[in-house]
């Protein structure tokens, strides 16, 4: 069993910077994929960045791309999200994902709770 736990949502102006984190406790050892995920209201959710665990390649929305860098530090066991140059399109709540995937591309096995994210115009 994977428990994730979000942290560092909050409110900003536009073109400011945040950082999210996920702490990832439990059984990791197959678990090969990380990754971030967003709702906004009204919206069905989507795929942000994610994280291929040992080769560390990343892939991310055309949206965030060259805006959010996803990361990982394995001695901290804890993901995050650097989100610069943000938009209020951004606004939404930010989900970590694991999976048993090698390569990012099945389905998720285990969810965060979410933490909120709010851009200001």
């Known amino acids: 069993q994977v428990q994730l736990v979000e942290s560092g949502g909050g409110s900003v102006q536009a073109g400011g910077s945040l950082r999210v984190s996920c702490a990832v406790f439990?059984?990791?050892?197959?678990?090969?994929?990380l990754g971030w995920f967003r709702q906004a209201p009204g919206k069905e959710r989507e795929g942000v960045a994610n994280i291929s665990i040992g080769p560390d390649t990343t892939a991310y929305a055309d949206s965030v791309k060259g805006r959010f860098t996803i990361s990982q530090d394995n001695a901290k066991n804890t993901l995050y999200l650097q989100m610069n140059s943000l938009k209020p399109e951004d606004t939404a709540t930010y989900y970590c994902?694991?999976?048993?995937?090698?390569?990012?591309?099945?389905?998720?096995?285990?969810w965060g709770r979410g933490t909120l994210v709010t851009i200001s115009s």
């Open positions: 439990g059984y990791t050892y197959n678990i090969y994929c």
């Open positions: 994902a694991a999976s048993y995937d090698h390569n990012c591309r099945g389905g998720v096995d285990y």
